[in-house]
C-alpha cells in the first residue's frame, strides 16, 4: 500500500504530476494518521 510506504520513508511530502493520485493518496494517506503533505509536481517550483 503506497500509504504505508511513505509512512515508512518519514517523507515531509509526496508529489506526483496525477491529480486523480493527489486524490486517492491524500485520502489513503489521512486514513492511516500519516501526516505527509501531498502536492502537484507544479506546486513545488
Known amino acids: 500500500m503506497k500509504a504505508e510506504d511513505v509512512r515508512k520513508t518519514g517523507a515531509d511530502v509526496v508529489a506526483t504530476a496525477c491529480p486523480g493520485c493527489i486524490i486517492q493518496i491524500k485520502d489513503a494517506l489521512h486514513r492511516f494518521g500519516?501526516?505527509?503533505?501531498?502536492?502537484?509536481?507544479?506546486?513545488?517550483?
Open 34 to 45: 500519516v501526516k505527509a503533505k501531498v502536492m502537484h509536481v507544479v506546486e513545488l517550483l
